[in-house]
Structures are given as C-alpha cells and as structure tokens.
C-alpha cells in the first residue's frame, strides 16, 4: 500500500454467449462488479472505464453495465477492436484506470469465463480470489470507516511502547470514575438480556433534558441513531444535505438507504447555514448540522440557527448531532433542543463517547419530538444498547465532578495547544470541542508518519479532503507538551 494515491489500471475480459442487448449489459455489470470487487475499488477512486469489444458485438453499449453496477458518475467510454483473425470470438474488455493506493503488485486483474484463455497469468491470479454474490449497487458508494489508529496496531507496527492517542477525540482524562465503580457490579448479570427500553436511563435522562421519556431514541453508540434516522426516513431519490469536511457517518446513512448526497462547503470552518438553506428543494429530506462540526470544531449560534429554521420547510427533518455538546463553552451557542420541545421537525443528537468518557461502551441517544420518535423507535433492534452501556451511562451522567473537571482540562490544554500552535506559526481552528484542527500548509502525511515514529498518534486531515491539514484530540497537559515537542522535531 503506497502512502500517496498513484493511476493504475486494471484490465479485464469476458465473453458472451450472444450477440443480445441484455447479455452484453449483464456480462458488463458482472466485469465491472468484479474488477471493483477484487481491487476494493468505490466508484469515485475510477478515473473512467473503457470497454472494447469485438467486431461480432454490436447489439449494445457495454456502459449500461457499468452504470448497472454503480457507475453513475464515472465517464465510461466503448469503441469496436480492430479485427484479428482468430481472436476469441464476442468478447468484452475492459480497462479501468484507478487512482489508488494500491502497489503494482496488488492490482487483480480479472479474466472470466473462456476470457481467462487471454491472460492465463492473470486469470489464475484473479480466481484465486473468491467471488461475491450479487449485492447492492448503492453499497459501493460507501467507503469503509476509517477510524484513527488504535494503540495496539501502532505497538505491534513499530515496536513502541510509550503511545498516546490524540486521534478519536476521546476524554483524555479516562472514563467517569463513577461509571467504573458501577460497572464492578455489573458483571455477574451478563448471562440477561439488557433493557431493550432502558428503562432507568431514559427516566433519569428525560428529567435532565426536560423531556418525555419516549422522546429519547438510545443507539448503540451516536453512530446507530444517525443509522436509524437513515432507516425511518430515507428513500432512493431523497437527498441528504450537509456541508464538508464534516462526520462521515452522514453519508454512510445516506448511501446505505440509496438516496443522494447533497454537499456544501463549510463557510469560516463551520456549517454555511444560508446556503443550506437556498440548497433546500423538494427532494430534500434530511439535513444534518454538525455543531461543533468535526473535524473542524466551529460552530454555528443561535442567531444563524433561529434564521435557518425560519427557512426551512416542513417535509424537512433537521438534525443536529452535538456530540460535543459539553465541551462548548460559547455563549451563544443554539439551544437546539428548544426546537425539541416546540415540536419542530428537529432532532438533537447527543453521546455519552466523549465527555462521559464511555466511548468503548457505545452508547448516544436522539432526542425528537414526539411525532419524529415515534417513527423512529419502529426500526430500532430490540437489544440495540448493551446492559453494560446502560449501567455505565446512568452513573456517569450523575458524575458532576468528572464532567466539570473534564471541561476545565479541556479549557486549559485547548489554551495551550493555541499558545504554542502560534509560536510554531501553525494557522488553527478556534475550536469548541476537545480537538483542534490546524494547517501546516504542506503535505501532512510526512508530519504524521513523524509523529507516529515518535508514539503520537494524531489524525490526518487527508480524511477529510484536507490534505495540508492535522486534527489532534486536546490531552492532558502532560500529553499536549509531549505533542508539542514530538510536533516540533517533526516540522
Ligand atoms: C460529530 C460526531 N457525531 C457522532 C459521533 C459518534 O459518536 P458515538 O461514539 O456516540 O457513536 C462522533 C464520534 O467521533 C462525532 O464526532
């Protein structure tokens, strides 16, 4: 696997039994399906795709497989082979050009059926592959998650280990000492099935939150919610709105249900509510704000969210996923859940991930107004929260202390990663989360590969489009000196 993306191309082949519209287009689907399949290929790595068949094949263009396969977006191109005498007869190939990570050596080519006689070399190395039955088109758009490298995969990678992870915006300070202590109490009770309805969560939760207890919708994690607001509402042809660089599970969602992304840039590193809310048409059907966006940490105030909301109309869902909620200190930050109780087509996202510390449980919750749960609950897994999230979450959300000392810890390395960002001359985010997003305005990729020699593992802003950029979750103080330091020699 290279570190830089480079063109390659994948070549393929198959034949056809006829000359016949629907097996030209099929034979192409299943070649196209393949050479993605085997290369781990989504649609937007392919530069473009050019069949060529032979002078016995005229019935039709082989680019209606492609599309067929997922190639909506991808130019496609077809033209007839010169003739040869002897050649195999009614015979579709293909060349796709990649730009990929991919070393020369790890491109599959894929030779099928009586095709495998052109390349037997090729063709021996394609079928040692297994081949997958038809799936999904529209899963192809999906990229698989990249989350920040785990500590252990850096200790078995270079031999370290003194590692601090400064990737996932976790709390730094560890999980709430209270959730803990009630967790050693838990454990005799894992042969039962958890409350699929949690209950004593959802009773404790809606009387902080001011709302009706079926106004939470629990997920195994935020990430799960996000999924079912996919589920409850999205359609082929809806379209999903947001601004980028943003949370990747918002597209997740959208292309796991077949509807359509529709993306705006982010205005000063937050969420450009007034375009947003002149992108508004009638195939619109989910908008998702991210406030504080990640990766950015910006923020968009109660005044820019009251104006946006008087714009949007009513076949609209809106949903704000605050997972960093308890980090912001602005005083203007929206009240979003205000909207909530006034029964507006809005739904607040919120996690126990980050300030509660309790990312390893996977536990984060919706809440909507009435009407909006009440769909919402029909697509919820019956166990979906384990017990253990459940137990954990009800004492952390009474840990007080853990929070406030949390946030106060963020407030102080949050000042000092901005102090010595400035004295390195790295432009940042001001941010109201427990990360920072900077500039270094060069290729990050060798900074980080540095800082990851070092056992600092930070998040590579290429992730997220933004290739000259670093992420790096605020630590403690005495993690934020050692980034500083490993960040220094780096540069
Ligand atoms: C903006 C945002 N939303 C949601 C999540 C998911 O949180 P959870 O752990 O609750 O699934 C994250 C996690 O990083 C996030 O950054």
Redesign the pocket.
Known sequence: MLSFPVTRGVRGAITVEHNTETAITEAACQLTRTMMARNQVMPNEIACLIFTVTADLDAAFPAAGARKAGLTQTPLLCTNEIPVPDSLPRCIRALMLLSTNLGLSDIHHVYLGDAASLRPDWAGQADATPMSPPFRSTILDIAPYQPGKPISELQREKGLTDIIKMA??ENPLGPSPKAVEALHGALDSLHIYPDGNCFELRRALAERLQVNEMQLIF?N????V?KMLGLTFLEPGDEVLFCEPT?S?YAYATNLMGASTRVLPLRDHAYDLEAMASAINPSTKLIFI?NP??PTGAYVNQQAVDAFLDEVPDHVLVVF?E??YEYVTAEDFADSLSYVRDDRNVVV?R????IYGL?GL???YGVAPPHIAELMHRVREPFNVNAVAQIGALAALDDVEHVSHSRDSNVAGKEFLYRELSRLGLAYVPTETNFIFFDLGRDSGPVFARLLDDGVITRMGGVFGCPTWLRVTIGTAKENRRFINSLEKAL
């Open positions: 996932s915006n997920g994690g935020s990430d799960e996000i949370f599970e991210c966006n990640n996923d997972a960093y996202l996690t126990f991930s980050k990312a996977r536990i984060g």
